[in-house]
Nanobody, 118 residues
Framework: QVQLVESGGGSVQAGGSLSLSCAASVSRRGFCINTMGWYRQAPDKQRELVATITGDGSANYADSVLGRFTISRDNAKNTVYLQMNSLKSEDTAVYYC??????????WGQGTQVTVSS
């Protein structure tokens, strides 16, 4: 059973920074070669896209995080990262990582809490 293990969540004051990482529990290089990314869900809101990145490094961001967040990945390690700068209270949510394989199978992490206090 493939698992995505997230780390790096926590609490920070507005204007601060946090880094998230997520690794797939597989040894095969390029398992998540299609797309990896991050979604988030705030209380009483639907899950929304934060950022995605393809296997060749093409990134896509939600307008709300553009210029503040940076997504990157390591294909050899099946790991995706999210650097979050200039955090705002509205960034508070549970952040979920995501992996799509070459066969379009999707996997999700268990979620990590990010809390930004104003």
């Amino acid at each position: 059973q493939v698992q995505l293990v997230e780390s790096g969540g926590g609490s920070v004051q507005a204007g601060g920074s946090l880094s998230l990482s997520c690794a797939a529990s597989v040894s095969r290089r390029g398992f998540c070669i299609n797309t990896m990314g991050w979604y988030r869900q705030a209380p009483d809101k639907q899950r929304e896209l934060v950022a995605t990145i393809t296997g060749d490094g093409s990134a896509n961001y939600a307008d709300s995080v553009l210029g503040r967040f940076t997504i990157s990945r390591d294909n050899a390690k099946n790991t995706v990262y999210l650097q979050m700068n200039s955090l705002k209270s509205e960034d508070t949510a549970v952040y979920y990582c995501y992996c799509r394989t070459a066969f379009n199978s999707d996997y999700w992490g268990q979620g990590t809490q990010v809390t930004v206090s104003s």
